[in-house]
């Protein structure tokens, strides 16, 4: 049944959009006036410097969102319990902790940081979610675990915002991927949030959706020519990634609705961004492997190898966007009639027989080009 909130939660993501309209195109003017550019190289796609600060706009304009329409919500007197008068703990290691992390990125992306400080930063914003009372209480059944001790579930959940914050940051490797994904994720997550009530989460959620939908479309359909195509950069990867994390670690457990099948909130959780965080441990996996450093970047990523199957970059997209969709669509569908660890392993194996098909289609073009 919709409700007032409804309209509400819908009105934010209008308010997102017209704020990163309005923005966006002036962190465009600033970039090529001041020459803040993306340059090409031998590991990236693009062939012409880019401006990379596309998520300078994410974090303040969800901020402004949130914060403003919240105020407008309550001075208006309509708090009926739907948005709570009190702000949250978490919320505020959140906002401290995205700021940190967008602060970091920005530097990144400006003048460059090494990827030791940046994760000095991570484990530091990732402390304060912790801090904060949101961390990993129980694995839902995960290998037969349910509870877990404090000095488990506290760095396990340090170790998976920084997990999450990379996987996103490493995805981002061609137009409107990340931005896709991230946005196939928050729809996700705004829904079930919106299922279990939880109308603040579920406005965090809107509001982040808002401001990458008008980036997505000038991250996709910008012409570099005319100056208006425009990176995301780790300003907007890295807060982005933080912000998801929180989200998922959140559902993943709060108290569940008489209406939601309670030992399946993580799979529902973790699900909606399952691409990128297995392409994360392949990628990582195979640099070690090759006794290569984990943290350089190369060209191994599941964007790469399709690219090398001969596809264009929009192909792609589309291809691993709907990769994401279909195990969201096949987790759902098992949920409730098979085990948490049963549907984990046929994730990955699903996972598996993808790549295997893609090794199988780039043998074989290497055979043809080498007749």
């Not at 401006?51 to 329409?69: N, Y």
């Not at 090494?114 to 979610?129: E, M, N």
């Not at 928050?186 to 279990?196: D, F, K, Q, S």
């Amino acid at each position: 049944m919709i409700q007032p909130i409804h309209f509400y939660l819908l009105g934010a993501f209008i308010v997102a959009m017209i704020i990163a309209n309005i923005v966006l195109p002036n962190i465009l003017l600033i970039s090529h006036k001041k020459r803040l550019f993306d340059m090409p190289d031998k590991r990236k796609v693009h062939h012409a410097p880019i401006p990379r600060l596309g998520g300078l706009s994410f974090f303040p304009v969800m901020l402004i969102t949130m914060g403003g329409l919240v105020l407008i919500y309550h001075l208006m007197g309509l708090n009926s319990g739907s948005l709570h008068g009190e702000v949250p703990y978490e919320f505020l290691a959140l906002l401290v902790g995205s700021m940190m992390l967008f602060l970091v990125g920005l530097a990144d992306d400006l003048i460059g940081v090494g990827y030791k400080k940046k994760f000095i930063v991570q484990i530091l914003a990732a402390s304060l979610l912790v801090a904060s009372g949101v961390w990993i209480k129980s694995l839902d059944g995960l290998f037969g675990i349910y509870q877990v001790s404090p000095w488990f579930g506290m760095p396990f959940t340090m170790l998976i915002v920084v997990y999450v914050t990379n996987a996103i940051n490493l995805i981002d490797g061609i137009d409107g991927l990340a931005s896709g994904l991230c946005a196939i994720s928050l729809v996700a997550l705004a829904g079930l949030h919106i299922w279990l009530g939880l109308y603040s989460y579920a406005l965090l959620c809107i509001s982040a959706l808002g401001v990458i939908m008008p980036f997505w479309y000038y991250n996709v359909f910008g012409n570099e020519m005319r100056g208006r195509k425009l990176f995301m950069g780790d300003s907007g990867s890295l807060s982005l990634g933080y912000i998801i994390s929180f989200l998922m670690i959140h559902l993943s457990t709060v108290d569940v609705h008489p209406r939601a099948v309670s030992d399946y909130n993580m799979v529902l959780a973790f699900t909606t961004m399952l691409v990128p965080l297995l392409d994360v441990v392949r990628v990582v996996g195979h640099r070690l492997r090759n006794k290569k450093n984990p943290f350089l970047p190369d060209k191994n990523h599941i964007h790469h190898k399709l690219l090398r199957c001969g596809l264009r970059v929009r192909q792609v997209m589309m291809i691993i966007c709907v990769l994401s969709l279909m195990f969201i669509l096949l987790n759902f569908l098992m949920i409730g009639h098979v085990n948490i660890t049963y549907i984990l392993g046929i994730d990955i194996a699903v996972w598996i027989v993808f790549h295997l098909i893609l090794d199988v289609i780039l043998h074989t073009r290497r055979a043809k080009l080498d007749i």
